[in-house]
Nanobody, 127 residues
Framework: QVQLVESGGGLVQAGGSLRLSCAASGLTFSSYSMGWLRQAPGKERELVAAISRNGLNTAYADSAKGRFTIFRDNAKNTVYLQMNSLKPEDTGVYYC????????????????????WGQGTQVTVSS
């Protein structure tokens, strides 16, 4: 079955960096658009970043632009989220998600569109 396993979360001070990883199995990874989504305490889940099948197209939430970078390694079936200049408002559970896409350039920017989800990894940014 499809599994998405996130890692790399933790506790970091404001201004610090973290790199999240999501290892996928049970699917043809290169056929899926991928995304990172965040759920902060008391808030709805929101898209942080998305990447197309070929890795050439990306999209970011306004709050992530200029600080976060999403990238993927199709040979390793892994998608990453590099997070720099972290802020306390970045705190939340970060989820990796996958959606089958017929086009190599498709970006999936609606959280409800994703077919598969990981279990999440906690990121806590202290002030």
């Amino acid at each position: 079955q499809v599994q998405l396993v996130e890692s790399g979360g933790g506790l970091v001070q404001a201004g610090g960096s973290l790199r999240l990883s999501c290892a996928a199995s049970g699917l043809t990874f290169s056929s899926y658009s991928m995304g990172w989504l965040r759920q902060a305490p008391g808030k709805e889940r929101e898209l942080v970043a998305a990447i197309s099948r070929n890795g050439l197209n990306t999209a970011y939430a306004d709050s992530a632009k200029g600080r976060f970078t999403i990238f993927r390694d199709n040979a390793k079936n892994t998608v990453y989220l590099q997070m720099n200049s972290l802020k306390p408002e970045d705190t939340g559970v970060y989820y990796c998600a996958a959606d089958w896409a017929s086009s190599t350039s498709t970006l999936v920017t609606f959280s409800s569109a994703y077919d598969y989800w990981g279990q999440g990894t906690q990121v806590t940014v202290s002030s």
